[in-house]
Structures are given as structure tokens and as C-alpha cells.
């Protein structure tokens, strides 16, 4: 049975860094492209970035590009998103998700490809 569990979140202040964690369990990974998504209240779910996990390979969204980071160990099966510069507006969710149906990096930010879902970690960025 496929998991996904995310942690590292909380409360940090604008300008702060945060690293969350999805550790991965289940299967092997090394086909798959992991995602991480956030959902604010009353906002539809929006995609972060991607890797793929062999090769290492990322895609961001544009919000997030140069401010976040994603990465992967191969050995502990976990895959990092590294978020700096953070801003009240980066308040959210955060989800990391696991596709088997993604070749092409630019399709990573569908939701609807992704198989495998965590429960989400609260990022909450204060003024």
C-alpha cells in the first residue's frame, strides 16, 4: 500500500524558510514524478513544482520559481521542498503527490495524473 507522508510545516514570518518532507513507502519510486501542491481556504488546489525521481529533474510553478527548491534521497526515499523567501500569500496545505503517468515535466502540474496522495502539512506565513 502506497504512502505518502508529509511533515515540517508551521509558522513561519515573511521573509522565513521552511523545508517540508514527503516520505515516500509502498513501492519503488524510481519510475515516478513526485509533486508537491498547496491548497489555500477557499482555493482550488494549484500545483508547486515537480521532480522526477530518477535523474532529478524539476519543474516550478512560475509563484514559486527561484524561492523553492525540490529535491529527493534516493536512499531514505523522501523527497524535499525547500521554501525561502516565504510570503504571506505561500499560506496553505502542502501536498506531495506521486505519478506514474507523467513523462513530460510540463504535464506534472495536472492534478488529475497523480495516483497516490499524503494528508497535507499547514504552512502558515505571518506579516
Known amino acids: 500500500q502506497v504512502q505518502l507522508v508529509e511533515s515540517g510545516g508551521g509558522l513561519v514570518q515573511a521573509g522565513g524558510s521552511l523545508r517540508l518532507s514527503c516520505a515516500a513507502s509502498?513501492?519503488?519510486?524510481?519510475?515516478?514524478?513526485m509533486g508537491w501542491f498547496r491548497q489555500a481556504p477557499g482555493q482550488e488546489r494549484e500545483f508547486v513544482g515537480a521532480i522526477r525521481w530518477s535523474g532529478g529533474n524539476t519543474y516550478y510553478a512560475d509563484s514559486v520559481k527561484g524561492r523553492f527548491a525540490i529535491s529527493r534521497d534516493n536512499a531514505k526515499n523522501t523527497v524535499f521542498l525547500q521554501m525561502n523567501s516565504l510570503k504571506p500569500e505561500d499560506t496553505a496545505v502542502y501536498y506531495c503527490?506521486?505519478?506514474?503517468?507523467?513523462?513530460?515535466?510540463?504535464?506534472?502540474?495536472?492534478?488529475?495524473?497523480?495516483?497516490?496522495w499524503g494528508q497535507g502539512t499547514q504552512v502558515t506565513v505571518s506579516s
Open positions: 503527490a506521486a505519478t506514474s503517468r507523467v513523462y513530460y515535466l510540463a504535464s506534472a502540474s495536472g492534478l488529475r495524473y497523480y495516483d497516490y
Open positions: 509502498g513501492r519503488t519510486f524510481s519510475s515516478y514524478t
